[in-house]
């Protein structure tokens, strides 16, 4: 279901040193992960862009749908692609899936986005077993956005220590697997094999 006003974010991130390649390109649900991500978003939210790097830019198929890093927010993480969405829209609210979590299904972004208080500030998945937030995994209203920008002018640029400072609604999934997230090409073979067999389970079912 659409939630009127919501926008969502594909977060490609850049060129991994340890997968060695682009995240972003990763097969995983029979297309590339940004947009098997995008796909998810859009069922939830009245427009989805791909937040991504000049690099990476030419790559991607339909460049209507992107959101490329701003220079002035280069060399800062993740943060550049909140930074540059708020920038073209202050107005909006924004749910953000990088493409780090393949595991990551569209009743894990249901659940999450039907949990979210209307009195809440910023919202993320949270990593109970580490006591960390998964910022990548997130709403940040545009409040939240907005406050962002102050960090980043006062050169703090963690998300995860925001959402923290921020006492961030934390939303802890059924299943905490679904928030591994896959950084080694040992981690994505592993992660196309449980995918495979599940969707062949299904599929057999």
């Not at 490609?12 to 297309?31: A, L």
């Not at 569209?106 to 990593?127: C, G, R, V």
């Not at 980043?152 to 220590?161: A, I, T, W």
């Amino acid at each position: 279901m659409i939630r009127k006003g919501l926008y969502g974010m594909v977060v490609c991130g850049g060129q991994s040193t340890r997968m060695g390649t682009d995240k972003s390109e990763m097969v995983y649900h029979k297309k590339p992960q940004r947009e098997h991500v995008s796909e998810m978003l859009s069922d939830f939210c009245e427009k989805v862009f791909v937040s991504c790097n000049s690099k990476q830019a030419g790559r991607i198929s339909n460049p209507d749908s992107l959101l490329i890093d701003l220079p002035e927010f280069s060399n800062i993480g993740p943060m550049a692609a909140l930074l540059t969405a708020n920038f073209f829209f202050p107005d909006r609210d924004f749910v953000v899936l990088a493409c780090d979590y393949p595991f990551i299904i569209k009743k894990d972004l249901a659940s999450f986005l039907q949990a979210i208080d209307e009195k809440s500030f910023a919202a993320a998945f949270y990593n109970e077993q580490h006591g960390v937030y998964e910022p990548l995994i997130a709403w940040y209203s545009k409040d939240a956005l907005l406050e962002i920008q102050n960090r980043f002018h006062s050169q703090q640029y963690s998300l995860q220590k925001f959402l923290k400072d921020s006492e961030a609604q934390q939303f802890k999934p059924s299943d905490t697997e679904h928030m591994k997230s896959v950084d080694t090409p040992e981690d994505s073979f592993q992660a196309k094999q449980i995918i495979y067999h599940k969707m062949h389970f299904q599929t057999c079912l």
